[in-house]
């Protein structure tokens, strides 16, 4: 599934492309991916000039004046920006137009989502998220306070969307390896001192998976079609019974929220 530093390769690489352009049209061809596509409401868009391409959370916004476009990748969703006479491939679900080229979102699974806000940009999907995880708002201090009463494993407090956005599968296995916590411990139990430079990790673990690309996924890659180089620098995910990079121990596996998750008994002591 793609996850945050996917979405924003994503959205920089559609922005070169589409941000400063008008919408000469929008085709669905498909009336339901995990939700229905309101396409009567993105007709309104055509002849708009997009202002702006954003993010919040794994949600990708194209921006209008009077409106926009929402499109989430689900588990199994690509973009690419091609010429608008490049043939349909399966999966082909959404094309947004802009002069000679088409943004084109392709989904196989149909987990993904297109849908509008009008110019307020407000939206449902965007009410129960918490801060982005590279901004000032996600601190040491709301983590804390996230974590003082809750008793869930700390693995599955950090993917809590409501607590912080974007902290997926890969790079919350990553972030606790850096720190030295155990994926099980009790949000409650984690020491004082490891919350901000859990904090930090989190942070440069993202910001260093969106330089290098996003992470490379069977589902998932570049705009351009390049997929992402982060993977080969991962020291935990999918790497299950092989040895740590920094102690040699092997690394081990459980299951927690029913998410793969993979540490080191050694560097990350229960």
């Not at 390049?226 to 040895?243: D, I, T």
């Amino acid at each position: 599934m793609p996850e945050l530093p996917e979405v924003e390769v994503s959205r920089l690489g559609v922005s070169q492309h589409l941000d400063g352009k008008t919408i000469s049209d929008i085709v669905i061809r498909t009336p339901k991916l995990r939700w229905d596509i309101p396409k009567a409401d993105l007709a309104k868009l055509i002849g708009q000039k997009i202002t702006a391409i954003s993010r919040r959370a794994k949600y990708l916004i194209i921006e209008t004046a009077i409106g926009h476009i929402i499109i989430h990748l689900g588990m199994s969703g690509s973009l690419r920006v091609i010429d608008k006479s490049t043939p349909l491939k399966k999966h082909d679900h959404v094309d947004v137009t802009v002069g000679d080229k088409v943004l084109r979102l392709n989904d196989p699974r149909r987990f993904g989502a297109v849908l509008y806000a009008d110019e307020s940009g407000e939206h449902q999907v965007f009410e129960k998220l918490g801060p982005e995880p590279l901004t000032d708002a996600f601190n040491a201090e709301h983590l804390a306070e996230k974590c003082a009463k809750r008793k869930a494993a700390i693995k599955l407090v950090i993917m809590d969307n409501p607590v912080v956005v974007g902290v997926g599968n890969i790079y919350a296995n990553e972030a606790l390896f850096l720190t030295g916590i155990h994926p099980l411990t009790p949000a409650n139990k984690v020491p004082t001192e490891k919350i901000p430079q859990l904090v930090s990790t989190i942070k440069d673990v993202l910001a260093a998976a969106i330089k290098q690309g996003g992470t490379t996924l069977k589902d998932f890659s570049q705009t351009d079609g390049k997929p992402g180089y982060f993977a080969q620098s991962l020291f935990v995910y999918g790497r299950e019974g092989e040895p740590c990079l920094r102690c040699k121990s092997e690394l081990q596996g459980v299951k927690i929220g029913q998410r793969a998750s993979v540490f080191c008994s050694q560097c990350q002591p229960e």
